[in-house]
C-alpha cells in the first residue's frame, strides 16, 4: 500500500514536472521573436546603428537564457567601413520577468570573437575633419541629454578574447591592433555608465596593460563626446620592438576626457635604457602630460620630463 502510494507521488511529481517544463518550452518560443525584435530595437536606439543579428534563441530549462551567432553594429548605417562592432557569438543569463519587463534585463552576457572597429578618421566622421568650436559646444550641449536609461540593461558583460582595430587615413599604412583580454564590463544601460577592467596586448613596444575605471554614458549621437576616465599599469614593454632603441619599460597613470579628447598623465621607468649607436644602458624615467584622441589613436605630447642618471 505505501509504495503504490509513493509510485503515484512520484507519477504525480513526474507529471507536474512534465507540464511545467512543456510551459517553459511555450514561453520561451513566444518570447524568442519578441525578446530578439525588443533587443534589436534597444541596441539600434542606444548605439544609432543599424543591427543585424543571425540568431537568437531562448531556453528555459533549467533557467532562462538566450544564446545567439553573428551580431553586428553598423554606425549611422555605414556599409563603406568594417562594423564598429562585430560578435561573433554570444550568450546570456536572465530571470524570466527580465526578459518579458522593460526595459529588458539581462544578468551576465558572454561574448565571443568581440572586434571594435574605428573607421579612418574615427567615429565622429567620415572624413576625420576636426569639428568647429561651435560644433563641439552644441555637441556636448547634446551629450547631457542622453543620459537616460535604455531600453537594454545588462549587468555584466564579459569577454575573454576581443580586438580593438584602429584604421589609418593613410590606406598604405596598416591598422593598428589591440588584442584585449578578459574585458569585464557592469552596470550597461543604467544612465551612469559602466565601470570595466581589462587587460590588453599594446604591439608597440611590446607589453601587457591592465586598466581599470568607467566608460560612459554612451553618446549615441557623437560617440567621440563619450566620457571615460581609469587608471593603467603598462609592465615589461620591450622597448627593442621600436628601431633604435631598447630597454624595457614600466609605466603608470590616469586619465579621463571624452573619447576624442583623453588628458593622461603618468609616468615611465626604463632600468636598462639604450640608444642602438651606443649600446650602453643607463637609467631612465619620466613623467609626462599627454592628449590621445581615441577614436583615431592619435597622441600629442603636451610635456615631458626625463631624467638620465642624475640629469
Sequence with gaps: MIAARRRRTLLIAFTLILIFAAILLSVATRL????????????????????DLQSLQISAFPRPAISGTGLTLRHNARTDVPPLIRIGAYSASAGLWGLMSSPLHLKTVELERLEITIPPGGVHGAEGQQRSSDEETQSAAQSGSETGSSRLV??????????????PRDRRKLPRRFDIHNLVMRGLGGGDGATFEAAL???TPRGEITTQGTFGPWQAEDPSQTPVRGEYAFKAANLDTIKGIGGTLSSRGAYSGRL????????????????????QPIPLRTRFHAIVDGTNGDTWLERVEARVIET
Design 154 to 167: 545588462i549587468d555584466q558583460i564579459v569577454s575573454r578574447t576581443a580586438r580593438l582595430v584602429i584604421m
Design 32 to 51: 524568442t521573436p519578441q525578446v530578439r525584435d525588443r533587443a534589436t530595437a534597444a541596441l539600434n536606439e542606444r548605439f544609432r546603428s543599424q543591427v
Design 201 to 203: 596586448t599594446n604591439s
Design 260 to 279: 576624442e579628447r583623453i588628458d593622461v598623465k603618468g609616468e615611465t621607468e626604463t632600468p636598462d635604457f639604450s640608444i642602438d649607436l651606443a649600446k
